[in-house]
C-alpha cells in the first residue's frame, strides 16, 4: 500500500444529483473530477440501468451540473454551448439554454432557450414548466432594447459594474456575491407559446418544493428592507392560474412542503424555545392550519462533515403514500420513512453518510459515504446495502487508509464523541505529534468516514483527534443549544476530549500538538489561542474573532450572531464582546496560520485580518493566506489549485512547529 500525498483528492471522483427516470427502469447521476490544468472541474451525466445494474457516461461536455427526466427517455439540462450567445451573456444579457438527449443514444440538441438566469427548473405538465430565476430590480434588461437602444444599455451595464447600491439587508450573500434586491422569482414557461408568465411578486425569494398533478407547493420569503426568518408557504394550480397563500409568513420558518397522498406534510419549527437552529417538526396541513403530525429531534439534513464532496441532490423524496428523508443522527446521517400516521423508521443502519437519494422499484438507490471509502451508488433491498459502482475502487485498494478509533468521554456528565486516527505505520514505542481538529457550524458532527485533509496527516505522520462538542448537530435541540454559551462548555468539551487522547495514546508528544478548524472551528481556533498555551501552533480557518463586527459585515450577521450570542451591539454589547476571541488576543502566545477567502460573506475576510493583526501587534507569530476569488466553501468546493495550496500551506504550518 502506498502513502496518501496531498495532491491525490485530485484523483477523487464525486457523484451529486442522482434522480430515476419516472419509470424508475434507470438512475441519472452527476459525475465530477478535478481539472488542475485548467483549475477547474469537469462535470458529465451518467446513467445507471436498475436492471443490468450497468453504469455508463452519458454527456461529454464537462460542463453537466444538474438534469431533469423529461420522460422515461428523455434527460433537460442545462448548458452553454453557442459561443455567439457566450458573447452576448458577457455583454448583459441573461440566458438559460436547456438541451435534451435521449438515454438510448444519439447526440444532445437544444430544447428551449428562456431569456433569464435560471436556478431551478421543474416540469409540471407536457410542455409546462415551473423556474426560479435571478430578477434584478434595480437590473437593466437587455431583452426590452434594440439597435442603438440596446448598444447604449450595454454601455451603461459596463459602467455601473463599477457600482453597487445597498438598501436592504442582507445585501451579499456567500458564493453570490452582491444580492440586494435580486430575488429568485417564480415563472411558468410554456415551450410551445414561449410566453412566460411571473407567479410571485419581483421582492419574494422562491423555493419550489413539491410538484405533483400540475399543482406546486413552494416557499415564499417576501422582503423589502430586512429579511425576516419567517417564511410561508403558497401552492400554485396551473388549471385555474391560482396561487393560493397557505400558511401566512408570521410564524414559522418553513424548509419543505411535500404532497404525501392526499395531505400536505410541512417541516417546520417556530423558532421559539430553541432558536434559529431549532430542528423542524411534522405537521399536516388541516383546515388552514398547522397541526403537528410528530414531533423529530434530529435535523433534517445530512450534517457529517467531509472534504470529499462536490455538487449537491435530493435528501426528501415521496413515495407509496410515505416521506422518505435524509436525518443526522449521532456520527451519521440517515434514510428514514415518515408514514401518514406520524410514524418513523430508520431504513439504513450503516454509520456513515447519505449524501442523495431516490426511491426505486424495489429498494433505495443512494449516494453515500460508507466505511473509508469514498463516494459511490449504493442500493437498499431487503435492509442490505450493496455498493454498485466503482469510481473510486483504485484509491480504496492501494493507498493506506486509516480507519477511525473511537475515544467517547464524559464532560459535565454528558457524553461527547470523539474519534482518533493514528499515524501510518504506527509503532507505540515512538513518540508521534498531534492535531486537534475542530469542526465548523457548531451544528454539524464528525463521523467515520473518509475526510482527505485528516487521511493525508495521517499519512504524515499525524495523530489527528476530533470530537462533537456541545452545539454539534445529530444529539437533539438540547445538545445543539450553546445559545449564549460559546466559548464555554463547547471549550471546555474540548479541551477535556485533548486530556483525553493524550492520557489514552502517550505516544502523542505533548508538546508537539496543533489545533486547526473552520468557520465555528476557525472560532473556536481563535478562542483557544486566547485561553490557552497548550498547542504548539494553530491554523484558523474561515474564521469569527469578532461578534460585533461581524454582526454588520456578513450574510448572517444581524440574525445568526444576535441569536447565538444572545445579544447585539446595542443590547448587551458586553456580552457579544465576551464571547469574541479578538477581547483576548492579548493573551495568545500561539503561532498562529490564518487561511480566509476574499469573497467569504458568510465569515468576512475582516475576522482573520482583525485577529492575525491582534497577534502581530502583540509579538506572535502569525501568517495570513488569502485566497482571491473564493469563498466560505473553499476547503470543499474551491479551485483545485486553491485547495492544493491551502492545504500545503496548513501542512507547512504544522511542519514548522511539530516536527
Same mark, same amino acid.
Given at each position: 500500500?502506498?502513502n496518501?500525498?496531498?495532491k491525490?483528492?485530485?484523483?477523487?471522483?464525486?457523484?451529486?444529483?442522482l434522480?430515476?427516470?419516472?419509470?424508475?427502469?434507470? /438512475?441519472a447521476f452527476?459525475?465530477h473530477?478535478?481539472?488542475?490544468?485548467?483549475?477547474k472541474?469537469?462535470?458529465n451525466i451518467?446513467?445507471?440501468?436498475?436492471?443490468t445494474?450497468e453504469?455508463?457516461?452519458?454527456?461529454?461536455?464537462n460542463?453537466?451540473?444538474?438534469?431533469i427526466?423529461?420522460d422515461?427517455?428523455?434527460?433537460?439540462? #442545462?448548458?452553454?454551448?453557442?459561443?455567439?450567445?457566450?458573447? =452576448?451573456i458577457?455583454d448583459?444579457?441573461?440566458w438559460? +439554454?436547456f438541451?435534451?438527449?435521449?438515454?438510448?443514444g444519439g447526440?444532445?440538441y437544444?430544447?428551449? =432557450?428562456?431569456?433569464?438566469?435560471?436556478?431551478?427548473?421543474k416540469?409540471i405538465?407536457d410542455?409546462?414548466?415551473?423556474?426560479?430565476?435571478?430578477y434584478d430590480?434595480y437590473?437593466i434588461?437587455?431583452?426590452?432594447?434594440?439597435? !442603438?437602444?440596446k448598444a447604449?444599455?450595454i454601455?451603461?451595464?459596463k459602467?455601473?459594474?463599477?457600482?453597487e447600491?445597498?438598501?436592504e439587508i442582507?445585501f451579499w450573500?456567500?458564493?453570490?456575491?452582491?444580492?440586494?434586491?435580486k430575488?429568485n422569482?417564480?415563472?411558468?414557461?410554456d415551450?410551445?407559446?414561449?410566453?412566460?408568465?411571473?407567479?410571485?411578486?419581483?421582492f419574494?425569494?422562491?423555493?419550489?418544493t413539491?410538484?405533483k398533478?400540475g399543482?406546486a407547493?413552494?416557499?415564499?420569503s &417576501?422582503y423589502t428592507?430586512k429579511?425576516?426568518?419567517t417564511?410561508g408557504?403558497y401552492?400554485?394550480d396551473?388549471?385555474?392560474?391560482e396561487?393560493?397563500?397557505?400558511?401566512e409568513d408570521?410564524e414559522?420558518?418553513?424548509?419543505f412542503?411535500?404532497? *404525501?397522498g392526499?395531505?400536505i406534510i410541512?417541516?417546520?419549527?417556530?423558532?421559539?424555545?430553541?432558536?434559529?437552529?431549532?430542528?423542524? &417538526?411534522?405537521y399536516?396541513?388541516?383546515?388552514?392550519?398547522l @397541526?403537528?403530525?410528530c414531533?423529530?429531534?434530529y435535523g433534517l439534513c445530512?450534517?457529517?462533515?467531509?472534504?470529499?464532496?462536490?455538487?449537491?441532490? !435530493?435528501i426528501?423524496?415521496?413515495?407509496h &403514500?410515505?416521506l422518505?428523508f435524509?436525518?443526522?443522527?449521532?456520527k451519521?446521517?440517515?434514510?428514514?420513512?415518515?408514514?401518514l400516521?406520524?410514524?418513523?423508521?430508520?431504513?439504513?443502519?450503516d454509520n456513515?453518510?447519505v449524501?442523495?437519494?431516490?426511491?426505486?422499484n424495489?429498494?433505495?438507490l443512494?449516494?453515500g459515504?460508507?466505511g473509508?471509502?469514498l463516494?459511490?451508488l449504493?442500493?437498499?433491498?431487503n435492509?442490505?446495502e450493496?455498493q454498485?459502482t466503482?469510481?473510486?475502487e483504485?484509491?480504496?485498494?492501494?493507498?493506506n487508509?486509516v480507519?477511525?478509533?473511537?475515544? &467517547?468521554f464524559?464532560?459535565?456528565?454528558?457524553?461527547i464523541?470523539?474519534?482518533?486516527?493514528?499515524?501510518?505505520?504506527?509503532d507505540e514505542k515512538?513518540?508521534?505529534p498531534?492535531i486537534?481538529?475542530i469542526? /465548523?457550524g #457548531?451544528?454539524?458532527v464528525?463521523g467515520?468516514?473518509?475526510y482527505?485533509e485528516?487521511?493525508y496527516?495521517?499519512?504524515? /505522520?499525524?495523530? +489527528?483527534?476530533?470530537?462533537?462538542?456541545?452545539g454539534?448537530?445529530g444529539r437533539g435541540d !438540547?445538545?445543539a443549544d450553546?445559545?449564549?454559551?460559546?466559548?464555554t462548555?463547547d471549550y471546555?468539551?474540548?479541551m477535556?476530549?485533548?486530556d483525553?487522547?493524550? !492520557?489514552k495514546?502517550?505516544?502523542?508528544?505533548?508538546s508537539?500538538i496543533?489545533?486547526?478548524g473552520g468557520?465555528?472551528g476557525g472560532?473556536?481556533?481563535?478562542?483557544?489561542?486566547?485561553h490557552?498555551?497548550?498547542?504548539?501552533? @494553530?491554523?484558523s480557518?474561515?474564521?469569527?474573532?469578532?461578534?460585533?463586527?461581524?454582526?454588520g459585515?456578513?450574510?448572517?450577521?444581524?440574525?445568526?450572531?444576535?441569536?447565538?450570542?444572545?445579544?447585539?451591539?446595542w443590547?448587551?454589547v458586553?456580552k457579544m464582546?465576551f464571547?469574541?476571541?479578538?477581547?483576548?488576543?492579548?493573551q495568545a502566545?500561539? #503561532?498562529?496560520?490564518f487561511?480566509?477567502s476574499?469573497?467569504?460573506y458568510r465569515?468576512w475576510?475582516?475576522?482573520?485580518?482583525?485577529?492575525?493583526t491582534a497577534l502581530?501587534?502583540h509579538?506572535?507569530?502569525?501568517?495570513?493566506?488569502?485566497f482571491?476569488?473564493?469563498n466560505h466553501?473553499l476547503s470543499r468546493?474551491?479551485?483545485?489549485?486553491h485547495? *492544493?495550496?491551502r492545504?500545503e500551506?496548513?501542512?507547512n504550518?504544522?511542519?514548522k512547529?511539530?516536527?
Amino acid at each position: 500500500m502506498e502513502n496518501l500525498k496531498l495532491k491525490e483528492f485530485l484523483d477523487y471522483t464525486f457523484l451529486s444529483g442522482l434522480e430515476l427516470s419516472p419509470d424508475k427502469a434507470h /438512475g441519472a447521476f452527476v459525475v465530477h473530477t478535478s481539472d488542475f490544468e485548467d483549475n477547474k472541474y469537469l462535470s458529465n451525466i451518467w446513467l445507471f440501468n436498475c436492471t443490468t445494474l450497468e453504469y455508463n457516461k452519458l454527456t461529454t461536455m464537462n460542463e453537466e451540473k444538474n438534469f431533469i427526466w423529461l420522460d422515461n427517455n428523455t434527460i433537460l439540462f #442545462p448548458a452553454l454551448r453557442d459561443k455567439k450567445l457566450e458573447k =452576448r451573456i458577457k455583454d448583459g444579457e441573461h440566458w438559460t +439554454v436547456f438541451y435534451a438527449i435521449d438515454i438510448n443514444g444519439g447526440e444532445a440538441y437544444e430544447y428551449m =432557450r428562456i431569456p433569464m438566469k435560471v436556478n431551478n427548473i421543474k416540469k409540471i405538465a407536457d410542455e409546462k414548466f415551473l423556474l426560479t430565476a435571478i430578477y434584478d430590480h434595480y437590473g437593466i434588461n437587455l431583452h426590452s432594447h434594440k439597435g !442603438e437602444e440596446k448598444a447604449k444599455a450595454i454601455e451603461l451595464i459596463k459602467e455601473n459594474k463599477d457600482y453597487e447600491i445597498l438598501d436592504e439587508i442582507p445585501f451579499w450573500a456567500n458564493g453570490e456575491g452582491f444580492t440586494n434586491k435580486k430575488r429568485n422569482r417564480l415563472y411558468l414557461i410554456d415551450k410551445g407559446t414561449k410566453d412566460i408568465v411571473p407567479i410571485s411578486n419581483q421582492f419574494e425569494n422562491i423555493t419550489v418544493t413539491s410538484v405533483k398533478d400540475g399543482k406546486a407547493l413552494y416557499v415564499s420569503s &417576501n422582503y423589502t428592507n430586512k429579511m425576516e426568518l419567517t417564511t410561508g408557504l403558497y401552492m400554485y394550480d396551473l388549471y385555474n392560474s391560482e396561487a393560493l397563500c397557505l400558511v401566512e409568513d408570521l410564524e414559522y420558518y418553513i424548509e419543505f412542503a411535500e404532497f *404525501v397522498g392526499d395531505d400536505i406534510i410541512v417541516a417546520a419549527t417556530a423558532m421559539d424555545k430553541y432558536g434559529i437552529n431549532e430542528n423542524f &417538526n411534522f405537521y399536516k396541513l388541516q383546515d388552514g392550519e398547522l @397541526a403537528i403530525l410528530c414531533k423529530h429531534d434530529y435535523g433534517l439534513c445530512n450534517s457529517v462533515g467531509s472534504d470529499c464532496r462536490f455538487g449537491e441532490g !435530493e435528501i426528501r423524496r415521496v413515495s407509496h &403514500n410515505c416521506l422518505y428523508f435524509i436525518s443526522t443522527e449521532s456520527k451519521s446521517s440517515f434514510i428514514k420513512k415518515l408514514s401518514l400516521d406520524g410514524s418513523i423508521e430508520k431504513l439504513t443502519a450503516d454509520n456513515g453518510s447519505v449524501d442523495c437519494f431516490d426511491i426505486c422499484n424495489e429498494g433505495i438507490l443512494f449516494i453515500g459515504l460508507r466505511g473509508s471509502r469514498l463516494q459511490e451508488l449504493y442500493t437498499l433491498q431487503n435492509n442490505i446495502e450493496t455498493q454498485r459502482t466503482w469510481f473510486n475502487e483504485k484509491i480504496t485498494e492501494t493507498k493506506n487508509i486509516v480507519k477511525p478509533e473511537t475515544l &467517547n468521554f464524559k464532560n459535565d456528565g454528558v457524553t461527547i464523541e470523539g474519534f482518533v486516527l493514528k499515524p501510518v505505520n504506527y509503532d507505540e514505542k515512538k513518540s508521534y505529534p498531534g492535531i486537534l481538529d475542530i469542526h /465548523g457550524g #457548531p451544528k454539524t458532527v464528525y463521523g467515520e468516514v473518509f475526510y482527505h485533509e485528516m487521511q493525508y496527516w495521517a499519512n504524515e /505522520g499525524y495523530f +489527528v483527534f476530533f470530537c462533537n462538542p456541545r452545539g454539534s448537530d445529530g444529539r437533539g435541540d !438540547e445538545f445543539a443549544d450553546i445559545r449564549g454559551k460559546y466559548g464555554t462548555i463547547d471549550y471546555g468539551d474540548l479541551m477535556k476530549f485533548t486530556d483525553n487522547v493524550l !492520557e489514552k495514546y502517550p505516544q502523542i508528544d505533548s508538546s508537539r500538538i496543533g489545533v486547526t478548524g473552520g468557520s465555528y472551528g476557525g472560532f473556536m481556533t481563535n478562542w483557544i489561542i486566547g485561553h490557552t498555551d497548550r498547542f504548539k501552533c @494553530a491554523a484558523s480557518q474561515r474564521s469569527i474573532s469578532n461578534w460585533i463586527s461581524k454582526f454588520g459585515t456578513t450574510d448572517i450577521g444581524y440574525y445568526f450572531n444576535t441569536d447565538q450570542t444572545l445579544s447585539s451591539p446595542w443590547d448587551n454589547v458586553e456580552k457579544m464582546w465576551f464571547h469574541s476571541p479578538l477581547k483576548y488576543a492579548n493573551q495568545a502566545v500561539t #503561532p498562529t496560520l490564518f487561511i480566509h477567502s476574499e469573497e467569504d460573506y458568510r465569515c468576512w475576510l475582516a475576522e482573520g485580518l482583525q485577529m492575525f493583526t491582534a497577534l502581530k501587534y502583540h509579538g506572535v507569530d502569525a501568517r495570513l493566506c488569502m485566497f482571491r476569488g473564493e469563498n466560505h466553501e473553499l476547503s470543499r468546493s474551491g479551485k483545485p489549485r486553491h485547495r *492544493v495550496r491551502r492545504l500545503e500551506e496548513i501542512t507547512n504550518w504544522f511542519e514548522k512547529y511539530l516536527k
